[in-house]
């Protein structure tokens, strides 16, 4: 079991392959420092996304070691890595529940008082409030449709109240309205701080803000370094 981390992680000498497939990293090293945001940017099929799955544990590495803090991941179990990770994305609003379900997804217990800060810290408190039923508007396949800007803001609902340790954000590459862009862009400007955060950057904005940027190439960093020396 995972004890609670400060949240530094570190890609040691690692190799991974999906399946029987050719290795996507090689004698791969990346440090994502406590507490600062890392943006990952990179062409299609680089191994952005390969990055962020394999610190959440989806697949297991088959060489070198992923760190957390000192802890190996493949020493821990998922659930306590999982415990102490948010991942924000469009992809992962997928529920068929309510509002609330979704934004409480992490923490069922969670009171309404709670979810309700949570989703004005993701601006998203106003565009539910608007529908008729409110927080008890099923959504999925069964329910609304909802806009990509606004399953964002719920996801980002959610990482508000569960407040990992480490977050994994993907940013969506679909523009979106400038209103939502604008509402996301705030909500994020309070969310990151204070946490290990990895985003898989689109936006520039982001892209600007970010302590470390990491530029990936089938598999390879070809450059690092913050927005000005870059
Ligand atoms: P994008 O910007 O399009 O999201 P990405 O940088 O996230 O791209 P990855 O999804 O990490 O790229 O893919 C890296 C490589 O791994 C690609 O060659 C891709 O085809 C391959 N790949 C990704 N997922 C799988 C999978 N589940 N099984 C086999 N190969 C995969
Ligand atoms: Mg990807």
Known sequence: V???????????????????????????????????????????????????YLIARLYDVQRGDIYIDSYPLTEVTVKSLRQQMGIVSQD??????????????????????????????ANAHEFISAFPMGYDTPIGERGVKLSGGQKQRLSIARAFLTNPRILILDEA??????????????????????????????????IQNADQIVVLEHGQIVELGNHENL
């Not at 940017?41 to 952005?48: A, D, E, I, P, Y």
């Not at 709670?114 to 004005?120: C, L, Q, R």
């Not at 309205?177 to 204070?194: C, F, K, N, R």
């Open 173 to 206: 590459t679909a523009a979106l309205d400038t209103e939502s862009e604008q509402h996301i862009q705030h909500a994020l400007s309070v969310l990151l701080p204070g946490r290990t955060c990895l985003v898989i950057a689109h936006r520039l904005s982001t």
């Open 92 to 121: 992962v609003i997928l529920l068929n529940g309510t509002i609330r379900e979704n934004i409480a997804y992490g923490r069922p217990q969670a009171t309404e008082d709670e979810i309700k800060a949570a989703a004005h810290a």
């Open 2 to 52: 995972l004890p609670p981390v400060k949240g530094q992680i570190v890609f040691d000498d690692v190799e991974f392959a999906y399946e029987e497939g050719h290795p996507i990293l090689q004698n791969f090293q990346l440090r994502l420092p406590c507490n600062q945001t890392t943006a990952l940017v990179g062409s299609s099929g680089s191994g952005k996304s390969t990055i962020a």
